[in-house]
């Protein structure tokens, strides 16, 4: 084999073994498989690493960075959905909404305006969430959980976005059961969202990463978000211009 076929079987693996746990986590608490999208996250991934995964049967990638982004997604062979999961500045809201297909990382009410705005002006409907910061970390974006009713009373009203529901990244923690309670407590603001502003929301939970997605899908995640466990481990070395393979 060549090194771009043990590259595409590594990956094609490392998928099954993903999806496995993914149904065995949705078997233990009545959930089925296909309520559960799984994105895989291919930021500081090479176009070509890329391609091989989806021949290998990704159909959802995300991406954190607008500006790798720009760069790779048109040198991806493949019709995939392409998932923005990084924040968002103003100044790249245009290029975001012209190549990603959702945005989960609308962390203000100012960027889903911006968004709003170009969506409009491309003559498209982009399906957004809004990113939680659940844990109230000094580092993390995201609003605060006080901020989302005025947030979804806000940006429901706009034109050319849809409000799908919510995301969040929940803290590092060594065991995953740790987490358990960020994910509990996004499940809680999307339904007493879903109660307060009835169909100005959507139901979708974007949570869950490599060390976490079950915990995510048990309590409810709709798109875990999933890089290393998929793609292997992310050079510290990467740099977007390299040619190789990695
Ligand atoms: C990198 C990243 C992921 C994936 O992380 P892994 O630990 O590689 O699965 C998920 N969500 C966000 C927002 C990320 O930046």
Redesign the pocket.
Known sequence: MDEAQEVKETIRQNLARVQNRIANACQRVGRRPEEVTLVA?S?TMHAQRVTLACEAGVRDL?E?RVQEAATKIPLVKADVTWHL??HLQTNKAKQAVSLFDVIH?VDSVRIAEAIGSYAIALRKEMPILLEVNVSGEATKYGFDPVALPAAVETISQLRSVRLEGLMT?APMVRNPEEARPFFVRLGELRDELRDRFPGAIGRHLSMG???DFEVAIEEGATMV?????IFGE?SVHFSPDSATIS
Do not use: F
């Not at 978000?225 to 466990?229: S, T």
């Open positions: 996250v930021k995300g954190n999961i990084g990382s990244v990463m490599t060390d978000r999933i890089g290393r466990a992310r």
